[in-house]
């Protein structure tokens, strides 16, 4: 028997229709969910090698964020009838195509 898994890329916040409308197929053709919460970094706000107070507060506020997204996922994917799992990673804008086909890769290669 063939395993099917369905990668559903969301990102903070997440959105409850997405979540559920993945949920749902899920179910219906009975695969397992992996659910990929993607969190953005800031640009820097200097060419310079000094960074300003605000930009690492705004990046531990986003982690804070991206943990507390996956958390709620998690929370909601428990109370549902699904084999699942929550991954969460934290991407650069000009390197996240590059990390959500590594999480990809990842589900087609395992």
Request: proline share 8%; charged share 15%; net charge positive.
């Given at each position: 028997?063939?395993?099917?898994?369905?990668?559903?890329?969301?990102?903070?916040?997440?959105?409850?229709?997405?979540?559920?409308?993945?949920?749902?197929?899920?179910?219906?053709?009975?695969?397992?969910?992996?659910?990929?919460?993607?969190?953005?970094?800031?640009?820097?706000?200097?060419?310079?090698a000094t960074l300003a107070s605000a930009w690492f507060e705004q990046r531990d506020w986003n982690l804070k964020a991206l943990g507390e997204t996956a958390k709620t996922v998690r929370d909601k994917l428990s109370k549902r009838e699904i084999s699942f799992e929550v991954d969460s990673i934290y991407a650069e804008v000009a390197g996240a195509t590059y990390d959500i086909g590594d999480a990809a890769s990842i589900l087609i290669s395992s």
């Open positions: 028997m063939p395993f099917k898994t369905i990668l559903a890329v969301l990102g903070v916040p997440q959105t409850d229709r997405d979540l559920q409308t993945a949920a749902d197929i899920s179910i219906q053709v009975r695969a397992h969910l992996s659910v990929l919460i993607v969190g953005f970094a800031p640009q820097p706000t200097s060419r310079y």
